[in-house]
């Protein structure tokens, strides 16, 4: 559940050793003896929860399932009764549940590896000494320095400096609170801006955000994704369905055709056995697990399985210009003095240089700033600074009495005077520059709104390289049917020729987001325009709300603290390993080497992923279709349950299970299009109906000519695995050589298992009326098989017209 959740009140803390707070020195810290003793009793700021599951917990959840329970009660009822050979399904329960063991831990293995490298790390104070530290290694009363896109790790009070801050990720209120010696710091909040030591005063779970997440998670558990939702909806409603059912088929078959108990418990455990989707969730949870693991050897980390799912369904890409566009690193290509004859290009380099140096930002911009301007030989000391935000577009720095400079947005600090500076910034926009106004204030810069316009002084031109990766990564969204939105901080103009030079289609449709000052405009703006310039952080968390709610499913990529509100508001949020420690915190997803170009790759795998289940488990789920409808009609006719779970287990592995797992693992990158189980089901019902309408006619055949009912179980049992097959040939179209080699291997299995061990699988011997009627109903699997697909689909057609008609 997210932390941006609001709450009436604030959790009641977690008790903690008794050991009295220390006001800890903010240059001298904590000495090792002090921090050692409270590490050992127990005041470290490891997290109250470990992320993911133990070894133990692994083991016993894939051990102790609903269905697993089930399967041991039957596999006991049928050693109850020595019937030997229908025990062939268990050993599918046991590779089930070895392989999700096995391919579970392998997962824990490589994810907690890729998770320490993305470690949170902070620069902690001990002995009179800065250093780095892992933030779980940290101890209450340590001074840890925060500077601007830090995530505050643990509860804090400001000692020294200054900041501003944004505890939106907490409280729901994404104002930048300045934060000065004596304010309180919230576990989970970030810096926007500035630079301070602060004393850890509640850590691991007894931090703020600890606090707030475990009452988060008594209220309700995480939202699913659709097609997990999906499939827990489905096994619910059929663990619930197979116990009744179970005991109506028993009784059945002791009390109204007075079989004998061994006979009734086979035929009964075969209906359950059919019942039941074994493998189904299994595959789904391995099948995103690989996909993890893949994606891990890529250098990418997942830290929500739910959001390779999200990947697979996006229309809509949300993406910064800066760090994704185009690379972090930024230069000072162009310089121009707006007074020459004032301040001539020496004075106004002068200028640049104090102003960059005396500066508490820590940017791109800023780097770049200082390394084109060297630091002056006479230290220039500020008497106050006030840091660049993304919300405000400008910083200030104050070096006495009628010296104040700003520094930003050209359009900002003018605003609708000076024109032909504006049109100058304009001009050099145009030419994808980022540019920048140094401007003479009359006043000390504070936090409220200019109070008169500043004297412009000069304009800087600053470039980011477009990213080389880029143009082929836009352009593979493009062929994909994605959408890509540029939502940045800068001019519009100069974001729009950046998303041009990156080959993003509709780049020339821009717009000033300071227009957008209305919901009703935003929601009509996100339809209408590719980029997005002079964005708030407030705003760009808006303009993902808005196309979410005009039915787009959306990602987001950022590395900036401006990006968080955003990252956390998409259906799926991307960060740059190198950004922010904010935006990496907040995010679904992490490029640790963070190459844009592993992007196509990361949608590719969400597709085929959720292509391939689909797929696959539309094999489950025909087995499942078509034993509760032959349940139903048994009990319904009173009539015996023809197979033995034997052969149940004989078609499930050959037919489902082995291609299910085969498939499930093959590359597909097609758009994913409609729901889940909608899609499954529509899938399913033919082939459910073909094998009900075949073993129906079997048995319809046997009992009029009075053949035996083993014969029948056979019969019926090799007829289902040649439906199957036909299944797997028509939904493995377009032929692959591993498809063909799909094929012939389950041909070649189902024909040993049917002609070499039958006994194995409780198989009857045919007879010459048996083999005749065998080759009757395999010769009418294909046509009614046909026609199960053409009548279905001529019925969900007029079904959907019906619907339509009636909606209007």
Known sequence: MALSLRFKKTPAPSPEPALPPLETDPKQGLSAEQAAERARLGLDNAPGERPGKTVKQIILGNVFTYFNLIFFILAALLIAVRSWLNLSFMGVVIANTAIGIIQELRGKHVLDALTLLNAQRCAVVREGREFELDASSLVRDDVVRFRGGDQVCADALVLDGECRVNEGLVTGEADEIRKVPGDALLSGSFLVAGDCRARLTAVGAASYASRLTAEAKGGGRRKQSEMMRSLSSLVKWIGILILPLGVLLCWKEVFWLGRGFAESVVSTVAALVGMIPEGLYLLTTMALAASVLRLAKKKTLVHELKSIEMLARVDTLCVDKTGTVTENRMAVEELIPLDPERRDLAAVEALFSAYAHASSDENDTMSALRERFPAPDRAVRARSSLPFTSAKKYGGVCFGPGESYLLGAPEVLLGEGEAKILEQAEALAARGFRVLLLARAGAEPGEGPLVETPEPVALAALRNPIR?????????????????????????????????????????????????????????????????????????????????????????????????????????????????????????????????????????????????????????????????????????????????????????????????????????????????????????????????????????????????????????????????????????????????????????????????????????????????????????????????????????????????????
């Open 468 to 808: 080389p990766e880029a143009p082929e990564t836009f352009r593979y969204f493009a062929r994909q049917g994605v959408a890509v939105k540029v939502i940045s901080g800068d001019n519009p103009r100069t974001a729009s020729e950046a998303a041009k030079q990156a080959g993003i289609g509709g780049a020339e449709r821009y717009v000033d987001a300071r227009s957008l000052d209305t919901e009703e405009k935003l929601a009509q703006a996100v339809g209408k325009y590719t980029v997005f310039g002079r964005v708030t952080p407030e705003q760009k968390r808006q303009l993902v709300l808005a196309l979410k709610k005009a039915g787009h499913t959306v990602a987001m990529t950022g590395d900036g603290v401006n990006d968080v509100l955003a990252l956390k508001e998409a259906d799926c949020s991307v960060a740059m390993a190198s950004g922010s420690d904010a935006a990496s915190r907040v995010s679904d997803i992490v490029l640790l080497d963070n190459n844009f170009s592993v992007m196509p790759s990361v949608v590719g795998e969400g597709r085929r992923v959720i292509n391939n289940i689909q797929r696959s488990a539309t094999l489950f789920l025909v087995k499942n279709i078509f034993s509760f409808a032959l349940a139903l009609l048994s009990l319904a006719l009173t009539i015996p349950y023809p197979f033995t779970a034997a052969q149940i287990s004989l078609v499930s592995m050959l037919t489902i299970g082995f291609p299910a797992f085969v498939l499930a693992m093959e590359p597909n990158e097609s758009l994913i299009q409609g729901h889940f189980l909608r899609n499954v089901l529509y899938r399913a019902v033919p082939p459910a109906l073909t094998d009900f309408v075949l073993v129906c006619g079997i048995m319809l055949f046997f009992n009029v000519f009075e053949m035996g009912t083993g014969m029948m179980g056979t019969v019926c049992a090799i007829t289902m695995g040649i439906v199957g097959i036909l299944v797997i040939i028509r939904i493995s179209r377009p032929f692959t050589l591993l498809r063909r080699a799909l094929v012939a291997v389950i041909c070649a299995g189902f024909a040993a298992g049917v002609l070499l061990v039958p006994e194995l699988f409780t198989l009857s011997e045919l007879d010459r009326r048996g083999w005749l009627l065998l080759a009757l109903f395999a010769l009418l699997a294909w046509p009614v098989l046909d026609s199960a697909y053409r009548g279905w689909k001529r019925l969900t057609a007029a079904l959907l017209r019906l619907a339509r008609k009636f909606h209007k």
